[in-house]
T-cell receptor, first 115, second 115 residues
Framework: AQSVTQLDSQVPVFEEAPVELRCNYS??????LFWYVQYPNQGLQLLLK??????LVESINGFEAEFNKSQTSFHLRKPSVHISDTAEYFC?????????????FGRGTQLTVWP | GAGVSQTPSNKVTEKGKYVELRCDPI?????LYWYRQSLGQGPEFLIY????????DSGLPNDRFFAVRPEGSVSTLKIQRTERGDSAVYLC?????????????FGPGTRLLVL
């Protein structure tokens, strides 16, 4: 069975400050890891994903996440946030080798960036 | 090109009524997923189609929920005898259907309110 824990339901930060959104997972098998973002009044969009290779993955808008197998974590970071980063962020996993494509999501972290 | 579309965007119904929610996937995508997102929670998997067949329906909460995809494109999620607890945002996602590392593209969702 798989589960995803996002430890913070809300993270308020000031513009240009660094931020880390935490994600831990539990799984009996290896997993693929994803971060999705949901901007106000929009659908979920893929932000970045870890499939294999380098454990550090980056998005086009400055976010990065590092897969830590020993700690079963995939925390999302950005060194300097903008007001436009205000959104809800969801961590998700999918078991490797499964013939079924379902994603298992965490409950989300609302990031609010203040001027 | 066009993304995943869902209709209606909002649906208000009374307890005990029947509702249908529609999903138009990205053209050519053979994999289609339904998720349900309750307030304050992450999306929860309902059902996965590969082509016309339901490859995994283990997430459907009970036999009041049913989904079809008769021609391998548009899908309809059907809920009979709606209950107040069915109130949620129903999300549809599609992907090319070639491998399980691929990205799932989400629609904007249908917000269902059962009074």
């Amino acid at each position: 069975a798989q589960s995803v824990t996002q430890l913070d339901s809300q993270v308020p930060v000031f513009e240009e400050a660094p931020v880390e959104l935490r994600c831990n997972y539990s799984s009996s098998v290896s997993v693929y890891l994803f971060w999705y973002v949901q901007y106000p009044n929009q659908g979920l969009q893929l932000l970045l994903k870890y499939l294999s290779g380098s454990t550090l993955v980056e998005s086009i808008n400055g976010f990065e996440a590092e897969f830590n197998k020993s700690q079963t974590s995939f925390h999302l970071r950005k060194p300097s946030v903008h007001i436009s980063d205000t959104a809800e962020y969801f961590c998700a996993v999918r078991p490797r080798g499964s013939t079924l494509g379902r994603l298992y999501f965490g409950r989300g972290t609302q990031l609010t960036v203040w001027p | 090109g066009a993304g995943v579309s869902q209709t209606p965007s909002n649906k208000v119904t009374e307890k005990g009524k029947y509702v249908e929610l529609r999903c138009d996937p990205i053209s050519g995508h053979t994999a289609l997923y339904w998720y349900r997102q309750s307030l304050g929670q992450g999306p929860e998997f309902l059902i996965y189609f590969q082509g016309t067949g339901a490859a995994d329906d283990s997430g459907l909460p009970n036999d009041r929920f049913f989904a079809v995809r008769p021609e391998g494109s548009v899908s309809t999620l059907k809920i009979q005898r709606t209950e107040r607890g069915d109130s949620a945002v129903y999300l549809c996602a599609s992907s090319p259907g070639r491998h399980f590392q691929e990205t799932q593209y989400f629609g904007p969702g249908t917000r269902l309110l059962v009074l």
